[in-house]
C-alpha cells in the first residue's frame, strides 16, 4: 500500500478550530512539520478538509 508525505505549507493561526485539530491528528503542529500517513479513505477525508495548508507527496 502506498503512503503519502504530507507537510505542513502554512500557519494553523486563525484557522477554525476543527481545521486545526484536523492537522493536530496528522501530526502537524508548525510550519514545516512533516509526517507520512497511509494512503486510506481516513486520511485523504483529512486531506480534503484541509489541503490547502498542506503540501501532499505520494511515497
Known amino acids: 500500500m502506498a503512503n503519502l508525505k504530507i507537510k505542513l505549507a502554512k500557519s494553523l493561526y486563525g484557522r477554525l478550530d476543527k481545521h486545526v485539530a484536523t492537522a493536530n491528528s496528522l501530526g502537524l503542529r508548525k510550519i ?3 509526517t507520512v500517513q497511509p494512503d486510506n479513505e ?18
Open 32 to 34: 514545516g512539520d512533516e
Open 42 to 59: 481516513q486520511t485523504r477525508g483529512k486531506i480534503a478538509q484541509i489541503g490547502y495548508l498542506l503540501k501532499v507527496t505520494e511515497e
